[in-house]
């Protein structure tokens, strides 16, 4: 302080020391306590560090739990075989007149019922009925002069008796009588003919049926053996199915069958079994008799199904138990104890036959051994394992 009382200034370079010390203490604070933050960082990690080695010693994983079936070998199989084949009618006709002429009516059409003997069309027989009068008229001339003859052989055979003819009218007599029963039985035989021809005039059905197709209407000229309707009997239904020969010898023609349609199942019985072959399917045909009425139209398609006995040495596995192998083989794991561990081992098998989820297979395992039952996307080939419920 001055002695007046004002108070002593500081110079400006006393001012500039104490602001650069002051710097200098702001920044060694601030560098101090980054030093500690990083220190106590790495203290944090050192000690996360040796945590984690004291808590990561050797462990060994635990066997994965599986569900396993017991091989049990069987001698054969039962294979399910099915065929295809078409219903039809045991008897079909293409009915026709066995002699031409004009077609005057034609009574059924086409999906119309028959009964056997039932009319079903006509031809025009008037020229027919015409020529048959004549021939009746001449009839009864050579009938009436029939009657002339034998009383003119009466009368020369008294005659001749007392001397008072010639033999020879007698024999004239008798000639003349012969001449004309030849002639009248001439007549008999041709009026017969015409009676044929008018009968088949006629189309008749020769069998209960239905009327398949209609090829001919009235007023059609046609000529004998022209198909004018097809007629499908309806009482006796077949079944015709292709089999291959050696099934077709083990077939029991007193047994039942049945065939599968899109309605329901169908009883069928073997009625024949062709001799030949099938040139392009080499298949015999059978025919089976189906039993009772069906309302399956013909032409459907009808499934024999056949249980066949295959005679080879397998056993069953589920398909989730099989693996894709190598060289068409396929895969099963099974499970072996070895030194006191149970282990997955694999083992290749063949595929025999496939039915729903199950396959018969025969491979390298060995009677009673355990196979892997399904789940084997977890489990390799030497992994520990243990019996689900063991």
Do not use: C
Not at 84 to 98: C, D, Y
Not at 280 to 304: A, C, H, Q, Y
Not at 351 to 362: F, K, N
Request: overall charge neutral; aromatic content about 4%.
């Amino acid at each position: 302080m001055r002695k007046d009382g004002t108070a002593d200034q500081e110079s400006p370079a006393i001012v500039r020391t104490r602001s650069r010390a002051k710097r200098i203490l702001i920044g060694t604070a601030a560098i101090s306590i980054a030093l500690l933050f990083v220190g106590l960082m790495g203290v944090g990690t050192a000690m996360l560090y040796l945590r984690a080695a004291a808590e990561a010693g050797p462990q060994r994983p635990l066997p994965t739990p599986v569900e396993t079936l017991t091989v049990e070998m069987q001698d054969s199989y039962q294979e399910t075989s099915r065929y295809v084949g078409r219903l039809e009618p045991a008897r079909q006709t293409a009915l026709a007149f066995e002699r031409g002429g004009l077609v005057t009516s034609v009574f059924k059409d086409e999906g119309d019922r028959v009964v056997a003997g039932e009319t079903i069309a006509q031809l025009d027989t008037a020229q027919l009925e015409a020529t048959r009068d004549q021939l009746e008229a001449q009839e009864r001339e050579l009938k009436a002069r029939r009657r002339l003859a034998i009383l003119t052989l009466d009368r020369q055979s008294k005659l001749q008796k007392k001397g008072w003819s010639p033999e020879q009218r007698l024999d004239e007599a008798e000639a003349s009588l012969g001449e004309l029963t030849a002639g009248i039985d001439r007549v008999n035989a041709q009026i017969r003919s015409i009676d044929i021809d008018i009968a088949k005039s006629t189309i008749t059905a020769p069998f209960n049926g239905i009327v398949s197709t209609r090829s001919i209407d009235e007023g059609a000229v046609v000529a004998a053996g022209t198909p004018l309707l097809t007629v499908l009997e309806t009482d006796r239904l077949q079944a015709r199915i292709g089999l291959p020969p050696e099934i077709a010898v083990k077939l029991d023609p007193s047994r039942t069958y049945k065939l599968g349609t899109h309605v329901g199942e169908l009883e069928a019985r073997i009625d024949t079994k062709r001799p030949d072959l099938q040139a392009g399917t080499r298949t015999v045909s059978v025919l089976f008799d189906v039993s009772g009425e069906s309302k399956v139209p013909f032409g459907e398609i009808v499934t024999l199904a056949l249980d066949m006995r295959i005679e080879t040495r397998g056993t069953w596995v589920p398909l989730a138990a099989l693996s894709e192998g190598h060289r068409g083989l396929w895969n099963v794991l099974t499970v072996v104890t070895r030194d006191g561990q149970q282990l997955a081992q694999n083992e290749a098998v063949e595929i025999l036959h496939i039915e729903a989820e199950s396959a018969y297979v025969r491979g390298t395992f060995q009677p009673g051994a355990k196979i892997v039952a399904g789940g084997t996307n977890r489990v390799v080939t030497g992994q520990r394992v243990a019996l689900a419920g063991g």
